[in-house]
T-cell receptor, first 113, second 109 residues
Framework: KNQVEQSPQSLIILEGKNCTLQCNYTVSPFSNLRWYKQDTGRGPVSLTIMTFSENTKSNGRYTATLDADTKQSSLHITASQLSDSASYICVVSAVQAGTALIFGKGTTLSVSS | NAGVTQTPKFQVLKTGQSMTLQCAQDMNHNSMYWYRQDPGMGLRLIYYSASEGTTDKGEVPNGYNVSRLNKREFSLRLESAAPSQTSVYFC????????FGEGSRLTVL
C-alpha cells in the first residue's frame, strides 16, 4: 500500500535554531516528492519539488534532500524565524493514472522567541 | 491572477441541510481536486476532475457530489449535511504541482 509517514508529528524550537523534518514513503513506482508549507488558516503552498535523480534542492533557508534508495526525504530549515511556524506536508507522486498524489499527515512546527 | 478562489470561506449548517462549495481557477489548468482536512488525518481526496466533463471519486466520496461546470469551475455539493462532514475543505488545481485555495470552513450542527 502506498503510504507517506512524517516525523515528528510536532516540534517546538527557539527562533534562530535549525531543525529537520522527516518523510518516509513506500510509494511505488515513484515519480516525485513535494514539500508544502501550510500556514494556520491558509491553503498549502509548494516549497520544493524533487525528482528521482535529485539529491538536494534549496529554496532560501529551506533545503530538501531525497534518498530514493531508502525512500526517505528530509526538510532542513536553517536559522528559523517566527514566520516558519506552520504545518509542513510531504506529498509523494506515483507514476499511475488518476489519483497519484499520496499525502503525509504533516509536521507542525512552532518557532518561539 | 487570483489563482484558486473558494467560496464561501465559512459556513454553518444544520444536519440535513444542503449546500454547494464553489471553486474557480484562472490558471487554465485541466485538473482540479477537492480535499477535506481534519485534525490528525491530513488532507484526504474527495473527488477530482482530470479534465472538463470528467469527474472521479477519491478516497472519501460518500455524502458528496461534484460538478465540473467548465474548465475554470469545480463545485462540491453536500446534499444532506451530517456532523461528520464538519471539516475544512480545500479546492486545488494541478499542473506539475498543486495550487490550493484558501479553504472553506464548514461546521455542521
Amino acid at each position: 500500500k502506498n503510504q507517506v509517514e512524517q516525523s515528528p508529528q510536532s516540534l517546538i524550537i527557539l527562533e534562530g535554531k535549525n531543525c529537520t523534518l522527516q518523510c518516509n514513503y513506500t510509494v511505488s513506482p515513484f515519480s516525485n516528492l513535494r514539500w508544502y508549507k501550510q500556514d494556520t488558516g491558509r491553503g498549502p503552498v509548494s516549497l520544493t519539488i524533487m525528482t528521482f535523480s535529485e539529491n538536494t534542492k534549496s529554496n532560501g533557508r529551506y533545503t530538501a534532500t531525497l534518498d530514493a534508495d531508502t525512500k526517505q526525504s528530509s526538510l532542513h530549515i536553517t536559522a528559523s524565524q517566527l514566520s516558519d511556524s506552520a504545518s509542513y506536508i510531504c506529498v509523494v507522486s506515483a507514476v499511475q493514472a488518476g489519483t497519484a498524489l499520496i499525502f503525509g499527515k504533516g509536521t507542525t512546527l512552532s518557532v518561539s522567541s | 491572477n487570483a489563482g484558486v478562489t473558494q467560496t464561501p470561506k465559512f459556513q454553518v449548517l444544520k444536519t440535513g441541510q444542503s449546500m454547494t462549495l464553489q471553486c474557480a481557477q484562472d490558471m487554465n489548468h485541466n485538473s482540479m481536486y477537492w480535499y477535506r482536512q481534519d485534525p490528525g488525518m491530513g488532507l484526504r481526496l474527495i473527488y477530482y476532475s482530470a479534465s472538463e466533463g470528467t469527474t472521479d471519486k477519491g478516497e472519501v466520496p460518500n455524502g458528496y457530489n461534484v460538478s465540473r461546470l467548465n474548465k475554470r469551475e469545480f463545485s462540491l455539493r453536500l446534499e444532506s449535511a451530517a456532523p461528520s462532514q464538519t471539516s475544512v475543505y480545500f479546492c486545488a488545481s494541478f499542473r506539475g504541482e498543486l495550487f490550493f485555495g484558501e479553504g472553506s470552513r464548514l461546521t455542521v450542527l
